[in-house]
């Protein structure tokens, strides 16, 4: 990373170090493998992210929260290209169509992304994205979340090897109990356009003590990109169904990310 950002990146990691474990949440707005690309500098652009549960949990996670079975989640996200090692970006409006058809506002996410230079044309890429959340009691029982998501990865020809090992937070607590949901994804690109990929998004626990298996949840989605920014541009459409493997998963998922440069 670069110097100047040091500072900045230390005080991150030190506000998310103090924090603790998230409470359980059923759903996201948010199915996606970070690949550190980022907006070009001086580029806007808008990633729309729809995510359908067509056969899930028909109670909510949490008392009073929104009930998985049906509903649609969903998030324009707003970035814009600082550098090319610096994004920011803002979630807004989260929000839920329920299975009785009402909107729901949710949510609003600030996100700073910091990744190495010209990633797509490395074989070694890495990056780091910070997230901090103001959640509708509806959503998440705590009204401050955040995310740190640290980005590996590998270009190996056509192949894609990509690692998130993503740690949640609810602000309470010391730093063992961070939550540990680490998303995985293997894709391989047909051309500089197609790319067909495997995913994988799970839940572990708290660092400090991980849940049982069968309260863990893991979820696998098969995906396709068409010109989206896994080929190396920003304009385009990703699709994926996904199929919950554990008890404490939903059960299948539907994702549509369409993402645009403004």
């Given at each position: 990373?670069l110097?100047r950002?040091?500072?900045?990146l230390?005080?991150?990691?030190s506000?998310c170090?103090?924090?603790?474990?998230p409470?359980?949440?059923?759903?996201?707005d948010e199915?996606?493998?970070y690949?550190?690309?980022i907006?070009?500098?001086?580029?806007?652009?808008?990633?729309?992210?729809?995510?359908?549960?067509?056969?899930?949990p028909?109670?909510?996670a949490?008392?009073?929260?929104?009930?998985p079975?049906?509903?649609l989640?969903?998030?324009?996200?707003w970035?814009?290209?600082?550098?090319?090692?610096?994004?920011?970006g803002?979630?807004?409006?989260v929000?839920?169509?329920?299975?009785?058809?009402?909107?729901l506002?949710d949510?609003?996410k600030?996100r700073?992304?910091?990744v190495?230079?010209?990633?797509h044309?490395r074989?070694?890429?890495y990056?780091?994205?910070?997230?901090?959340?103001?959640?509708?009691p509806?959503?998440?029982?705590?009204?401050?979340?955040?995310?740190?998501?640290?980005i590996?990865?590998v270009?190996?020809?056509r192949?894609?090897l990509?690692?998130?090992?993503i740690l949640?937070?609810d602000?309470?607590?010391?730093?063992?109990n961070l939550?540990f949901?680490p998303?995985?994804?293997?894709?391989?690109?047909?051309n500089?356009?197609?790319?067909?990929?495997?995913?994988?998004?799970?839940?572990?626990?708290?660092?400090?003590?991980?849940?049982?298996?069968?309260?863990?949840?893991?979820t696998?989605?098969?995906?396709?990109?068409?010109?989206?920014s896994?080929?190396?541009?920003?304009?385009?459409v990703?699709f994926?169904?996904?199929?919950g493997?554990?008890?404490?998963?939903?059960?299948?998922?539907?994702?549509?990310?369409i993402?645009?440069d403004?």
């Open positions: 990373m110097p950002a040091s500072a900045w230390w005080l991150c990691v506000l170090a103090l924090a603790g474990s409470a359980a949440r059923a759903q996201t199915i996606q493998v690949d550190a690309e907006a070009a500098p001086g580029r806007f652009n808008l990633t729309w992210h729809n995510n359908f549960t067509f056969a899930g028909q109670q909510p949490f008392p009073g929260g929104v009930v079975n049906h509903a989640n969903g998030v324009p996200e970035a814009y290209g600082v550098t090319d090692w610096f994004e920011q803002l979630y807004l409006p929000y839920t169509v329920t299975n009785q058809g009402a909107l506002f949510s609003v600030l700073e992304l910091f190495v230079p010209n990633a044309d074989t070694f890429f990056g780091i994205n910070f997230e901090l959340s103001y959640n509708e509806h959503w998440e029982p705590t009204r401050f979340s955040g995310e740190i998501r640290p590996v990865g270009h190996l020809g192949w894609d990509i690692l998130n090992p949640d937070t602000f309470k607590g010391g730093a063992g939550d949901a998303a995985v994804r293997a894709a391989y690109n047909v500089s356009k197609l790319t067909f990929a495997l995913e994988e998004y799970a839940e572990f626990g708290p660092l400090q003590h991980f849940l049982p298996s069968a309260q863990q949840s893991h696998l989605f098969a995906v396709v990109d068409y010109g989206s896994y080929g190396g541009s920003n304009n385009g990703e994926g169904i996904g199929k493997l554990t008890p404490a998963a939903e059960g299948w998922v539907l994702k549509l990310m993402m645009h403004l």
